[in-house]
């Protein structure tokens, strides 16, 4: 049937947003109202009539609440077909009511779960009669309407206004959609939380599962369709949880940037960091005695490539940064936060968008990180990799300085966030140079020096690589470019011709024993 007029509705919901002025709707249309203890008080309290669930099926809740809508007459009022004459006598025999609108909220597991709640609190919220409820109404959507999200209901009442009552079966197939996502990814935000209750970081099964948060203008190219789903139960702060407090709607490339930017900020936890990307490339990233001093020093390694880019900051943005900032076109700036004089100077850019995220992602915290090839999905722990600083080796017959010893450390943060291959000279707690995404690490050595010849050079800078010299041609062009010292992970079948040239120059050399590819 096109229509389903609607004479009886079940309410069971644990968020009540809405819930009074959405019930009282539908007893104007004479819809008898069902529910269960908690939903039912605030209804009553309302003044509306309402058939508490224990009454309707003549069976008391039992197990402090774990049973109380598993029951025939419930199920059995949802899924019976009104046109099959057996479902029709079935529920005559029994005595079975049917029910034509299930609302339904489930237990809020993952507040629960975020709030730091006891593993006895989770297992409690995690809802069984909800889903089974949801999951029958919507298999049945030829019949019966579902309702899991108070937003829902505007166009649930709209719809009973314009039809005497009745919701089509257009709107009962989409809430029956958006239904089956919803305890799919409820069930989603349980498996994950117990995975990694029971240190089972790779399952057999991974779920994956999102709400649409934002739906974009396109992708990375305007031919493209785009939107941004924020996963269930994910904590770490950025770019998907953050306020946008000022600017123009997010587009894919700002949210890609803006992720990329602010993980290299987190990187540096002991100082002021300002991270200056293009393209999910760094163009220029520092440290400072203060966030200004740190831009300062991220601009001029590639003032030219900062022009349009993304701006991430790890500390609070005060009113002498975004002074400073203003000065310059910029997409994005995104931070933990920003006192109100900052915000006040931001707001003169008015198409510049300001995210504040409330703190910091932690860099050593291992999740997951997941890429969709053709047919399946890759999954890989985060690239977390720290380096023990006692722990490195050093190649070479010089030893590093204590101020090449910072650079190098400081360099060898920033190359793990550029494009493979990757070159990063450096110089006093700055980028110098940046050399990225080349198919041979010669090149991004040439690029990153010629680079930064056009501003403040690599003269007396130190060098990081992503990876290991396969030979010595890519060290000879940082040498030629003035590098004192070079950090990398070692290991190639030529170390030995590549620690020759460095001795012969006498520069300095430490090895890692990690690189950080990253493509």
């Known amino acids: 049937m096109a229509e389903t007029p609607i004479a009886r509705a079940l309410i069971s919901v644990s968020d009540k947003t809405g819930l009074v002025e959405f019930a009282e709707a539908l007893a104007r249309h004479k819809v008898r109202l069902l529910s269960t203890g908690g939903s039912a008080k605030v209804l009553k309290e309302a003044g509306l009539a309402v058939t508490e669930v224990s009454t309707f099926t003549g069976f008391p809740e039992i197990m402090d609440g774990r049973v109380k809508t598993l029951h025939p007459a419930i199920h059995g009022g949802i899924l019976a077909r009104r046109d099959d004459e057996k479902h029709r006598i079935a529920m005559e025999t029994h005595e079975f009511s049917p029910i034509d609108l299930v609302v339904v909220n489930l237990y809020p597991f993952v507040e629960t779960m975020r709030s730091g709640a006891s593993y006895e609190d989770c297992i409690e919220n995690i809802d069984i009669g909800g889903p089974a409820l949801i999951r029958a109404a919507a298999k049945n959507h030829e019949y019966v309407g579902v309702c899991t999200d108070p937003a829902e209901y505007g166009s649930i009442i709209k719809e009973m206004d314009d039809n005497a009552g009745a919701i089509s079966l257009e709107l009962r197939k989409f809430l029956s959609r958006e239904a089956y996502a919803r305890t799919a990814s409820y069930d989603a935000a349980i498996s994950n939380w117990m995975a990694q209750q029971q240190g089972a970081f790779w399952p057999k099964r991974i779920a994956v599962a999102g709400r649409r948060d934002l739906a974009l203008r396109y992708g990375e190219n305007p031919h493209q369709e785009a939107a941004l789903y924020v996963r269930p139960g994910f904590t770490r702060p950025g770019v998907a949880s953050a306020r946008r407090v000022q600017g123009k709607e997010l587009s894919y490339n700002n949210i890609n940037d803006a992720d990329a930017a602010f993980e290299v900020a987190a990187e540096f936890t002991d100082e002021p960091a300002i991270a200056i990307i293009k393209h999910a490339n760094p163009c220029g990233v520092a440290v400072g005695a203060s966030l200004s001093q740190a831009w300062d020093k991220a601009l001029a390694c590639d003032p030219v490539s900062a022009f349009g880019g993304v701006v991430a900051c790890n500390r609070k943005i005060d009113a002498e940064l975004a002074k400073r900032m203003t000065e310059l076109f910029l997409e994005v700036v995104i931070a933990p936060s920003a006192s109100e004089e900052a915000l006040e100077t931001l707001a003169t850019k008015k198409n510049l968008r ?78 110098v140079g940046i050399g990225a995404g080349q198919m041979s690490r010669v090149d991004s050595a040439r690029i990153a020096a010629s680079k930064s010849a056009e501003h403040q050079g690599t003269e007396g800078s130190v060098v990081a690589s992503d990876a290991f010299f396969p030979f010595a041609d890519g060290l000879k062009v940082c040498l030629e470019a003035g590098a004192t010292a070079v950090i990398q992970p070692g290991g190639s079948m030529r170390d030995d011709e590549v620690i020759a040239l460095a001795d012969e120059a006498g520069i300095a050399m430490l090895f890692t024993g990690m690189r950080h590819f990253r493509h």
């Open 354 to 431: 300001v995210l504040i995220t409330d703190s910091m992602p932690d860099p050593d915290v291992t999740d997951i990180s997941l890429k969709t090839v053709g047919g399946g999905i890759l999954a890989q722990s985060r690239d977390n990799g720290r380096l023990d600083p006692d722990a490195l080796k050093t190649a070479t017959k010089r030893e590093v300085t204590d101020a090449e010893h910072r650079d190098l450390l400081f360099a060898w943060k920033v190359t793990k966030h550029v494009a493979s291959n990757a070159i990063v000279y450096a110089r006093d707690g700055a980028t």
